[in-house]
């Protein structure tokens, strides 16, 4: 049984930067792709950034890619993301998400993946 398990988030100022992590777990996810969204009260599901287990390939937000960036450490089992100059709006909901599909042009669709951790909260303060 596939489980991810999101960590790192928490309260930062504006203009700080925070690193989440997610530890994956119960599969073989050479071949998945792996996500993180956001999502704040009364939204959709946003996508931020994306990743290749096997190549490494990324693909991010275009409103994101300047700020927050993906990476992964195979030997781990872990996909982090780090988030610099962190805004107020930023605050919310994160998640970690696995694609059993693998990587391809819809990645960046939440609908694209089986599986979700339990998110972490990220607030920033003015």
């Known amino acids: 049984q596939v489980q991810l398990v999101e960590s790192g988030g928490g309260l930062v100022q504006a203009g700080g930067s925070l690193r989440l992590s997610c530890k994956a777990s119960?599969?073989?996810?050479?071949?998945?792709?792996m996500g993180w969204f956001r999502q704040a009260p009364g939204k959709e599901r946003e996508f931020v950034s994306a990743?290749?287990?096997?190549?490494?390939?990324?693909y991010p937000a275009d409103s994101m890619k300047a700020r927050f960036t993906i990476s992964r450490d195979n030997a781990k089992n872990t996909v982090c993301v780090q988030l610099n100059s962190l805004k107020p709006a930023d605050t919310t909901v994160y998640y970690c998400?696995?694609?059993?599909?693998?990587w391809g042009p819809g990645v960046g669709n939440r609908h694209e993946y089986d599986y979700w951790g339990q998110g972490t909260q990220v607030t920033v303060s003015s």
């Open positions: 119960g599969g073989t996810f050479s071949n998945y792709a």
């Open positions: 998400a696995a694609a059993a599909g693998g």
């Open positions: 990743i290749s287990w096997s190549s490494g390939n990324r």
